[in-house]
């Protein structure tokens, strides 16, 4: 099992590309299962969950060809196994986007009961719930979700009017790529109004779809009879931007990233404003210079565009060896700590009160072996090793596999000493 070994203090400086976002990448990696023409995708990431999709989806009949490090081209007219394993969805919770494509064009689906990181409840009863509003039957049997669309692919789905419990994004992006084939027109309220949600939208209108309001709370998509191939650049990521960000600021560096914007970052840019960064922004590319030491900022998650729950981590570590006191609160996820009590091994002062952290800031992190447990979580450790004085030891860092493009060799291009140890 690989492992990351970080010797800090040294200030990051320099420029890296950022790499196509994940988050956007793996549904629209599924919505190919809705025409029998060839998707062409551009930026997209080379990651673990994106391997992990594009087998799930092979399995199903896709066929995958690669043009190049970051393109390809996803052909799903011979689709004729529409089902996704519990060996290739226990990794991975994006898998249940399957379900909606899978059940809009072939009228039937069973799909696992999803895994992914172990940061909470995440839920799948608004997806089975706007996939019944929709007509679907669906039964949760043995660990599987079991759908189909009475009448089969001749009657398919029906348009229906939804408001889900809460926000959620991929239930959003599940139930607007099963109403783009659905009869009539399907309204989706309290829907997600994250970017990523807005790229999906994107593709889908390039392949033919009707859809309006994406990037609101209130969705409108009016059924086709079918879509078309087409080509789609997948958006940049940016909580990959905003962690590089908040690497360049907890070492004091400076740095420009390339290939990505700050329009879907206000929330994360502000905070760093706050905590004394230097930013300015260009239409493709975000520079940020850091102080000899930063301010102590309270951040709240939020749906977007509010604080991101995938910077929490981050903000955390950077909180770490800031001047002063901040609060850090989660309202997304109830178990979305679980980096505080590995961050205190490398000397960080937290308090955490349920879905609160009280964090202080103090004069330096001293390196130590700790445990990633989740994502972004394992991005927390990567940044405090970069400031920690000498040398941490990362483990579990598929974790960091799953987000995160080649982050050790960006980070040496940035002057970081960061070696992957097989």
């Known amino acids: 099992m690989d492992k990351l070994l970080i010797r800090g203090g040294t200030p990051l400086s320099g420029e890296i590309a950022i790499s196509g976002a994940k988050n956007a990448a793996l549904p629209i990696l599924c919505a190919s299962l809705l025409c029998t023409e060839p998707l062409r995708l551009t930026n997209v990431p080379q990651l673990k969950d994106v391997s992990t999709m594009l087998r799930l989806i092979e399995q199903m009949g896709v066929r995958v060809t690669r043009e190049g490090p970051d393109s390809l081209v996803l052909d799903s007219r011979g689709l004729d196994n529409p089902l996704a394993p519990y060996d290739l969805v226990k990794t991975m919770r994006a898998s249940i986007l399957v379900l909606g494509p899978l059940l809009a064009r072939c009228a039937e689906a069973r799909v696992s009961l999803p895994g992914g990181c172990a940061i ?40 229906a009017c939804m408001v889900t419990d809460m926000v959620t994004v991929t239930g959003t992006e599940n139930l607007m790529m099963a109403a783009v084939l659905a009869e009539g027109e399907t309204v989706i309220e309290n829907a997600a ?182 994502l972004r979580a394992s991005a927390s450790l990567v940044i405090a090793g970069l400031v920690a004085r000498g040398e941490t030891l990362i483990d579990r860092i598929y974790h960091l596999d799953r987000g995160y493009e080649r982050i050790e060799a960006k980070l040496s291009q940035l002057g970081a000493q960061v070696t992957r140890v097989r």
Do not use: W
């Open 120 to 159: 909470g409840a995440r839920p799948v009863e608004q997806h089975i719930r706007g996939l019944q509003a929709m007509g679907a039957e669906i039964q949760v049997e043995h660990g599987y979700i079991q759908a189909r669309a009475p009448g089969g692919v001749r009657r398919g789905l029906q348009g």
């Open 193 to 374: 109004r994250e970017p990523e949600v807005v790229d999906l939208a994107n593709c889908l209108i390039s392949m033919g779809a009707q859809i309006s309001g994406a990037g609101t709370d209130k969705i409108r998509i009016r059924g086709v009879d079918s879509l078309h191939g087409a080509e789609h650049a997948i958006m940049a990521d940016r909580i990959e931007t905003g962690t590089y960000l908040c690497a360049t600021a907890v070492t004091g560096g400076s740095v420009r990233l390339t290939h990505t914007s700050a329009a879907y970052l206000d929330a994360v840019i502000d905070k760093l404003l706050d905590a004394g960064c230097e930013i300015t922004t260009e239409r493709e590319a975000i520079s940020l210079r850091a102080p000899p030491r930063l301010k102590a900022v309270s951040i709240r998650t939020s749906p977007y565009p509010a604080f991101p729950t995938d910077m929490q981590a981050q903000f955390m570590a950077i909180n770490c060896v800031a001047e002063g006191s901040a609060v850090i609160r989660e309202t997304i996820f109830e178990n979305r700590f679980m980096h505080a009590v590995e961050l205190i091994r490398l000397g960080a002062d937290i308090r955490i009160d349920a879905s609160n952290a009280m964090v202080t800031g103090v004069d330096r992190l001293d390196g130590a072996t700790v445990m990633a447990t989740d």
